[in-house]
């Protein structure tokens, strides 16, 4: 009936309530379980074979050669409710046999330790253009991961499996609102302007920018007055996010409150400062949550922290603020960075991924081949792992040849380029655009 995985932590940190799994870190990597199989099941079942480590989220068209190498024996995919779906991949033409993709909803068990996966559906392609198409639609209720395998009978299908695409559409409205949920003490930025005026400036580039969907308004919350968690936020006080590592540094417990407003609203976290040397703003890649709760927030700091300066932070202008918002912003929906960077790289665990896979996007060889973002921003381990999905947009004091480095890059305008310099930003591009659209649908919120 169903087969019994470890978790790991793309699984763990992305559907559930991280506050529920934080304990159990530690302890996660012990709990193995054995395979439990239905023996009067008809047809036959080809349960993922590997631990389904990478994961596949819709309308992502980075490059994939480690999702291609494991589509047969089993990846994940992130789906929505309600909407449908396209999996496919290059015919090869040496194998005569047909693969069935097998679909498995993967599901937790009590303590987050490992997960069920029990076939809901098998499919068998339709050829178009030398491609296997594969055409479902996701009746779950809530957001889940699915895991595949390619069956031939009894075997996994032993072609390639190139150049792998999953596209989604969703049936949820290209309507959003933005709610900035305002984090204990903060000062006026550096060109004077207040948290209601930063909130105006906000949701005015959003509308200049994200012209491919509708912001219908911003709301400012004070977390101080939130109901049951304010006195953990006093107004007076800055608020250090990732300071203390019993925390959750997202706050996503703030997220999606009060819910008679914001179930169509993304939460912005506004901090004092992040706890991450020169980092400004952090988002998870594709986080797919308007409804509150664990990857509903991307964050943003009234200052940076700079620990080689003397005076170890900086004040950020409204401008800085707004811009790392949408960039933040462009994650959570989905985008990639332009060129990638080492976080990038450790985060997907695919070195094939060096830049968005967009058509209409450049990307920076120079970057690529030069040290500058090859830093992990974050030390990769388990006590640091809610940011091991986090994209750093650094606000960084340059040297002269690093600047001229960042601004000859073909990318240096785009929205979505990793590092924040002296060029301006023009904005996203269309295919970005249109990504962000296309995603933002698939997320559940508002009416039909
Ligand atoms: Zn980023």
Redesign the pocket.
Known sequence: MSRIYKTDFWRKMSLFDIKKILPGLFLSAMFFAACSEDSTEPEYTLYPDNDIFYSLAPNDMAANDSISANLAHGVKLVVHPNASYELSFEKDASVSDVPELQIFHLSLNSDSTAYYATKIMALQPKEVNGRYVYSFVCEEKTNAFWATSLAVDDHFYPGTTKDVKFTGDGAYSDHFSLNMIVVGKHDLTSDGVDVEELAQKTLDSFRKYYTSVTIDTIYIRYAHEHPTLGHKYPANEPWLAGADSSMDMFLYELGGWPEKDVYDALDIVYVYRIEIDKTV?Y?SLFSANLGGGAYSTVLVGNYVLAKDSPQKEFLLSSDEIVETVL??T??FFGL??TTS?MN?FLSSQDYSIIEDGLEDTPYCEALLRNGLMKRPSVKYSLSTLPVMLG???RRTWWKNEEQDLLSSCPDSHNF?F?ATQDETFEGFSEQQLEIIRKNLMLFPHGKK
Do not use: I, K, L, N
């Open positions: 703003g988002a960039h933040e462009g994650h990639r960075h960077t990038d994209h750093a947009y979505m990793p």
